[in-house]
Each structure stands twice: as C-alpha cells, then as structure tokens.
C-alpha cells in the first residue's frame, strides 16, 4: 500500500513559495587526496546507498479531486543524472565564488515532479579540493521514516564500505481510477484517513485567513494613524535570491570560553551570535534602544521514551531563547542565554552531544533537516530567526575515501525572516552557515565578520579567569556523568 502524505508535510508544500522554497542544503568540501573522487565515483557511491533512503526514488502524486492526501509513488523516469549534478569554478576556485554558486542554487525550488532532492558536485576549487551540495525538501526527511542522503554515503574509515546496490524498478505507475479506489478504501479502512484530509484543508484555509487577517490590519491600522508593528532589521519582505556566508571556526575556543564561565558549547555558540548581532546592528547604525532582544528558535534534542529506540534514538523540539542583543557585556550575554537552557536541562531529557555524535553512522545533515521542519512549524510563536545547532564527530569522514574538510549548513529562510543560521561542530571546528535574503540583507558578509569578532571577544574575557564548577557541584567534585544539553556540549 502506498503511503500517503501527512497533513504536517502537505502544510510545507501549502506554504512554499517562491520566496521561500522549503528545502535544506547542506556544503560539504572534500580532499579527494589520492582517492579519485569525482563525479563517476560520486554516481556510483549513491547508487550503492540509494537503497537505504528509499524515498529518495519517489515522487508525490496528487488524488483527483483532493479526496485525501497526495501519495508517495516511485518515480517511473527515475534519472540519477538528473539529480546528480556537475558543475565547477573557474581554478582556482575561491570559497567566495563557491558561497554565490550556492546562493543561486539554494534560491531555485525544486522540481515538484519529480523526487525532491538534487546534489552538485562542484569541481574547480582551490589545492584540489572539492565541494557537495545537497539540497532536500522538508517532506522528504523527516528522521523516522527518511533520514537523509548524507547520512548514508559518509563512512568513518578512509576505505570505503561496498554495501551493495539494489536492482531497483519503479512500480506500476498509479492511475487516477487507482488513486480514487485506493483513496476512498483507505477512508472507510482507516478513519484517521478523512481526518487528516480535513485536517489539510482547514489548516489551508486557515493559513489563507491567517494572512489576509495580518495584510488587513496593517492597512487599519495605518488609516487609524496607529504605528504598525515594529519589525527588527532581520525581518520583512522577501525576494527569491539568496546569499550565503559561511564561517569556520575552532572548537577549542569554545571550551575555553565554557570552562572559563561554565554553561555549555550550545551557550557559547549561542552567545556568539548574539554578540554577532549586537556588533552587525551597530555597523548598521541601527538603534538599540527599542530592540533590546531578538526572539530565536533552537531546535533541541530531547529524549523522548515513548519512542522505540532507533538509530537517532531521540527527538528534535523547538526552544525559545531571547538573545540580549542589547546587553553591552559579552560575559552577561552568556550568563543570560544560559540561564534560559537551565529549565531545559534540568527536566534529564536533554541529550549529550557525545552521545548524539557517536551514533553509528551519525551526520549532521538529517538533524539539520529536522531542526529546520521544527522551526518552521513554529513561525505562528513570533520569533525573528532560528539557530540550528548540530553536534558533529570529532573524527574524519570520508565520501568513496575522500575526507571531508568543512561542513556548512545552508538553513531556509521562514517567511518574513530574512536570516537564518545553521552550526555544525566537526573534527575540532565549528562550522557556521548563514543564510540571509539578498535585497533584504545585502551585507550579510559583514555578519560573518561579526561571528568571528564575537567569539574574540568571549575568548579574550576567558584569559586569566578561574574556571568555573559546572552547576549543581562543588569546585573538585568528580562525577562520571556527561553533562546533558540542548545542542552541543563537550563531544
């Protein structure tokens, strides 16, 4: 039996526009080294593991007359070539012209009718390296049903693992007398089936009202002479180009900042782009008077009992955290972002990042994915930007024996969010990707030179300081349990 659409996914396809394609992206560089690795290998390392992400070959189908839910049925024209891609850089390629070759890209929505997803293997850069990016629907990962792509075709040794590939054919395509039977035998089998159709069309109706709801206020209140309401500078309008700055940085600072205040990477991490913020809204001349905090959402890992143990074993939930943009101390900012994790901590459902990273076969991509699906499930809580943390290995992987250098996120933009940032934490750097629109931000590169000053400056307030007893303990205490946290903390 075919599986049919939840009414959770069919709102992202409801609310994507093309302002705002609802797909995660992820850019990994590699070192090919002596291994080869190009575009065939590439090819043939996917072919090997498609298998395991089976809705990696299949499309939505749509039910004539909306009688229920769009299914997921094999795509009959599968074209591997189609969705893995070349392409290159002029040599030597520079990590600037990598982020607008990706900008572009990640701008695009993804073809509909066909599986919804795409890979580039982008030659050209500098010393020989490589990149891949990856680019997946919402629908499509969801981190129990499908994890994704990148998850399967990294490998902890240098040599890789031959799993193996299917002889895979499509089944029969579904005809629209199929589709009907199948639909209607589904709703008098299985209830739930008309209540999930319902669901998804009340929730469109409701996201349609929801929208002229907000555009007729604003024309209302700007009749009456009242002030609309105030939007930060990282909020408004969007248009359907992108850019894309990215950002390394070393772990190693982060635990000096850690050990030296207490908290946790996640807090330092945090507080870094608070600092971030305060520093790029002050270049911009922007007043810090009325904007004293900037609302965030930071998809969380929490375990959750009820699930059976897989191999995420935990669940991703949404935290909201008021980054104090307008405190001038870079000490207080910590203090203040940590202080709002310690609910959270102390509930024992946190996940330790060591433990989340050490999954087998562990990689950030999926995890990215779910945080973005999270975040974008929330947009109604009226927050201004999400933060996706994602702890990494702390030791190489390798694509088809080709090590994998730096690892960047490229988070989606929500609607009327014209920022977003994704970290990932991998083989002792911490990696940021920042997404911002192109006319709403166009010096989102001066942001990226903000993270990098803002972690400075915590690290210069570390020099000479006692460090500090994590709480709940007494300086000199042992204990043997990993301290628990909301995205990252020591791996």
Known sequence: MRERLRPRDLA????????????????????????????????????DRISFVPRYRQRLQAVPGRLANPVWVDDEHFDLHYHVRRSALPRPGSLDQLRELVARIVSRPLDRSRPLWEMYFVEGLADGQVALLSKSHHVLVDGVDTVDLGQVLLDVSEKPKVLGGDEWRSSRAATPTSLLLSAVRDSVADPATVVDTVRSRTDSVLRGADGAFRRTSRVVNGLAGRDPERETPINGPLSQQRRVVTVRTDLADYRTVRKAHGGTINDVVLATVT??????????????????????????????????????????????????????????????????????????RGVAANRLAGIAGFAPTTFHAIGSRVAALETRRGFQLSVTNVPGPQSPLYAAGARMVGTYPVPPLLPGQGLAIGVTSYDGGVYFGVTADRDLLPDADLFGQCLRESLDELVDTASGVRPRAPRGRKRGARSSQKSSTTAVTEP
């Open 12 to 47: 992202f396809l409801a609310a994507e526009s093309p302002s705002t394609p609802m797909h995660n992206a992820t850019v990994e560089i590699f070192d090919p080294g002596d291994s080869g690795f190009d575009h065939e290998r590439l090819l043939a390392l996917i072919e």
């Open 275 to 348: 600092g971030a913020l305060r520093a790029w809204l002050m270049a911009r001349s922007e007043s810090l008077r009325g904007l004293r905090q900037i609302r965030a959402v930071v998809p969380i890992s929490v375990i959750d009992e009820e699930l059976e143990a897989t191999s995420l074993g935990s669940q991703i939930a949404a935290h909201f955290v008021d980054l104090p943009v307008g405190e001038a101390s870079p000490v207080v900012r910590l203090h203040q972002v940590s202080y709002s994790f310690l609910a959270h901590k102390e509930t024992g």
